[in-house]
């Protein structure tokens, strides 16, 4: 059973920093891209960022994030983090981890949704 958990979301003040992780259990998990998304109160879930499977060579991040948010994992770790530094109001959202299955990296198929974790950057 596939499963995954975001944590280490928070309350922070603009210009901080946060660093929230995508904990997977089940197997396989270095066989799989994982993407961060998020949504706003009230907008349409975006995407954020992307991390190829295995040695995750290959990254990809919203324009709104670039320069700002490192995607990075330890398969050792079944883990998928999202640093995320010089945290502005506008990315206050509540932040989502899911298995990529095909497609576009950012409009693609996910799967295996997590249940979220609300990041607040306060001004």
């Known amino acids: 059973q596939v499963q995954l958990v975001e944590s280490g979301g928070g309350l922070v003040q603009a210009g901080g920093s946060l660093r929230l992780s995508c904990a997977a259990s089940?197997?396989?998990?270095?066989?799989?891209?994982v993407g961060w998304f998020r949504q706003a109160p009230g907008k349409e879930r975006e995407f954020v960022s992307y991390?190829?499977?295995?040695?995750?060579?290959?990254?990809y991040y919203a324009d709104s994030v670039r320069g700002r948010f490192t995607i990075s994992r330890d398969n050792a770790k079944n883990t998928v983090y999202l640093q995320m530094n010089s945290l502005k109001p506008e990315d206050t959202a509540v932040y989502y981890c899911?298995?990529?299955?095909?497609?576009?990296?950012?409009?693609?198929?996910?799967?295996?949704w997590g249940q979220g974790t609300q990041v607040t950057v306060s001004s």
């Open positions: 899911a298995y990529h299955i095909g497609g576009d990296y950012a409009a693609g198929a996910y799967r295996y």
């Open positions: 089940g197997r396989a998990f270095s066989s799989y891209a």
């Open positions: 991390i190829s499977r295995s040695g995750g060579g290959v990254t």
